[in-house]
């Protein structure tokens, strides 16, 4: 019940916040937000109907990356996989690190060569844009070759969550991590 007030409330602010916005553009972001909601609350069909309906809106990489990850945690490894390399050829937004990420971790899944291949282009990527100490981490599963997929992915998840972060702040405040590697003399 909870869920779905709360739901409604989000929709129901989203719908006069964008209501100046282009309607397949309202409609991707409305679908964008409750997805990555559910998405967090491991609701997982819900969340792939809503980044399905996103995609259909506006085809990007992230809805494209989600609905990749979405298939992955239903064991939809064939669909996932397609998924995560359409994705990947758009690399087109901040959510890049999440596409390679989470190709590494689906490829993992079902070819473990091609999984090692992806995850080195996922250090490499992430030790040039953000590198948290975590990233040696991953490294060691890296050059070990013995995967832990639960701790791989948890991993990533706080590596990318903390990119992605740091990004949107920058890219709303021009504060953070990013200013600071930029240069700014900011208070």
Request: glycine share 6%; with cysteine.
């Amino acid at each position: 019940m909870r869920k779905t007030l709360y739901t409604g409330i989000v929709i129901t602010t989203f719908l006069f916040f964008f209501a100046s916005c282009s309607r397949p553009y309202l409609i991707y972001s409305q679908n964008m937000f409750v997805g990555k909601e559910l998405f967090k609350q491991k609701e997982y069909e819900g969340a792939k109907k809503h980044f399905q309906e996103a995609s259909e809106n506006q085809k990007d990489s992230i809805s494209l990356t989600y609905l990749a990850i979405v298939s992955y945690k239903m064991n939809d490894i064939e669909n996932a996989e397609r998924l995560i390399k359409e994705a990947e050829k758009m690399n087109d937004n901040i959510y890049y690190l999440r596409t390679i990420g989470y190709k590494a971790i689906i490829l993992l899944n079902k070819d473990k060569k091609a999984g090692l291949l992806a995850l080195k282009d996922y250090l490499d990527y992430y030790k040039h844009h953000y590198p948290l100490m975590t990233i040696q981490e991953i490294e060691k599963i890296w050059m070990e070759g013995t995967i832990d997929m639960g701790n791989l992915e948890t991993l990533m998840e706080e590596q990318i969550s903390w990119y992605e972060d740091e990004m949107e702040q920058y890219l709303s405040t021009g504060t953070g991590f990013y200013d600071a590697i930029s240069g700014s003399d900011r208070p």
